[in-house]
């Protein structure tokens, strides 16, 4: 399967992309009369949380595979932008941040209608954060937050050519019961 991991990068980082246009469209309606792109970090960061750190954590899983093959003398395979990058090529973004865009907004902006689209992305986003967040918070009382000695060996087997597939299942089960940087990296 030729560029099996290359298409899989593709298609996560279109869905990336298509996921923040939907959010940026969903702030425009919020968006100060004198707006950059910061502004709009910040507002998404605010009201799409987890799906900042999601993108986060993509940028720093595809950063960790392209370190994993320059020792090995290989072609680096994603380059993956940086977040903000993402954001700024983003068509929508390249359009609420062009001059002319810009200027029409500053134009027809009005205050109040802004306050009220605030409270209504408010309204429809807090539900979503918080049972976004008492999920986390249920699974980290599930782990223990312990960094036991034994995780890198338990992995080594993992990956070793002879360990059957129950073994492999005993092990993935074993490793979900901590909440540490290790596990999560190795899932």
Do not use: W
Request: hydrophobic share 30%; charged share 35%; net charge positive.
């Amino acid at each position: 399967m030729p560029g099996f991991t290359k298409h899989m990068y593709l298609n996560d980082l279109n869905k990336i992309k298509s996921d923040f246009s939907n959010y940026i469209k969903n702030i425009i309606q919020i968006l100060s009369e004198e707006y950059n792109l910061d502004s709009i970090m910040y507002i998404l960061e605010k009201y799409y949380p987890y799906e900042c750190q999601i993108l986060n954590e993509k940028y720093d899983y595809y950063c960790l595979k392209d370190k994993k093959l320059i020792p090995l003398n290989k072609k680096v395979r994603y380059l993956m932008p940086k977040p903000k990058s993402i954001i700024r090529g983003l068509k929508i973004t390249k359009k609420i941040l062009s001059k002319t865009y810009k200027d029409n907004y500053a134009l027809n902006f009005d205050k109040n209608l802004q306050l009220e689209n605030e409270e209504l992305l408010k309204k429809e986003r807090e539900p979503k954060i918080n049972k976004i967040k008492e999920k986390i918070d249920k699974a980290k009382l599930k782990a223990q937050e312990v960094e036991p000695s034994f995780l890198d060996e338990l992995m080594g087997l993992y990956e070793r050519k002879r360990t059957t597939q129950k073994d492999k299942v005993y092990i993935f089960k074993e490793l979900e019961k901590y909440y540490c940087l290790k596990v999560i990296s190795f899932f």
